[in-house]
T-cell receptor, first 116, second 111 residues
Framework: EAGVTQFPSHSVIEKGQTVTLRCDPI?????LYWYRRVMGKEIKFLLH????????ESGMPNNRFLAERTGGTYSTLKVQPAELEDSGVYFC??????????????FGSGTRLTVV | RKEVEQDPGPFNVPEGATVAFNCTYS??????FFWYRQDCRKEPKLLMS???SGNEDGRFTAQLNRASQYISLLIRDSKLSDSATYLC????????????FGSGTRLLVRP
């Protein structure tokens, strides 16, 4: 079974540019989460999709971040315009709908974003 | 104050040693508890869930004290391959089961 796939694995962009991160969850996983770890801080929740619907987006830092999950399959996270403080590692995780955190999520290997 | 607090370490121990990590959480509504392991520049991976009755998986033992809001992880007979960052993680009943992470405790096992 393919795991959670994220790309790009690395992205270096200039302040003010736009970047789009993509996450392909495990097939059949209706829950999809985005998390972020900025330098020196703990991993923090950004948002949660159930299928194509945003269930919880309380962790999104500001309106420069836009997440979508069209058709309930893969998800994208767009940062526009990027700022220096957006640098960090962005993780995606997925799980079956009836298997929440108790069974653990499967994380992707992350996208390391550097804004210069 | 962070919702999940951990000693960042590093804990530097010889192979074969027993090492214990502790974690405290501040939200009494926390529902589920986990230890994740994260290797350098890799994604977090579930190590084990933590239950009030305590649970063991090979060399790893986890304990939860709900009254004290305290979680522990004990690693016996440390291996070089145990070197990693150990993340204490909780979920809350009032959330969409999102994970609340501690900053992690770094373990270095030396030969």
């Amino acid at each position: 079974e393919a795991g959670v796939t994220q790309f790009p694995s690395h992205s270096v962009i200039e302040k003010g540019q736009t970047v789009t991160l993509r996450c392909d969850p495990i097939s059949g996983h209706d829950n999809l989460y985005w998390y972020r770890r900025v330098m020196g801080k703990e991993i923090k929740f950004l948002l949660h999709f159930v299928k194509e619907s945003k269930q919880d987006e309380s962790g999104m830092p500001n309106n420069r971040f836009l997440a979508e999950r069209t058709g309930g399959t893969y998800s994208t996270l767009k940062v526009q315009p990027a700022e220096l403080e957006d640098s960090g590692v962005y993780f995606c995780a997925s799980s079956l709908l009836d298997r929440g955190a108790n069974y653990g999520y499967t994380f992707g290997s992350g996208t390391r974003l550097t804004v210069v | 104050r962070k919702e999940v607090e951990q000693d960042p370490g590093p804990f530097n121990v010889p192979e074969g040693a027993t090492v214990a990590f502790n974690c405290t959480y501040s939200n009494s509504a926390s529902q589920s508890f986990f230890w994740y392991r994260q290797d350098c520049r890799k994604e977090p991976k579930l190590l084990m869930s933590v239950y009030s009755s305590g649970n063991e998986d090979g060399r790893f033992t986890a304990q939860l004290n709900r009254a004290s809001q305290y979680i522990s992880l004990l690693i016996r007979d440390s291996k070089l391959s145990d070197s990693a960052t150990y993340l204490c993680v909780v979920t809350r009943m009032d959330s969409s089961y999102k994970l609340i992470f501690g900053s992690g405790t770094r373990l270095l096992v030396r030969p």
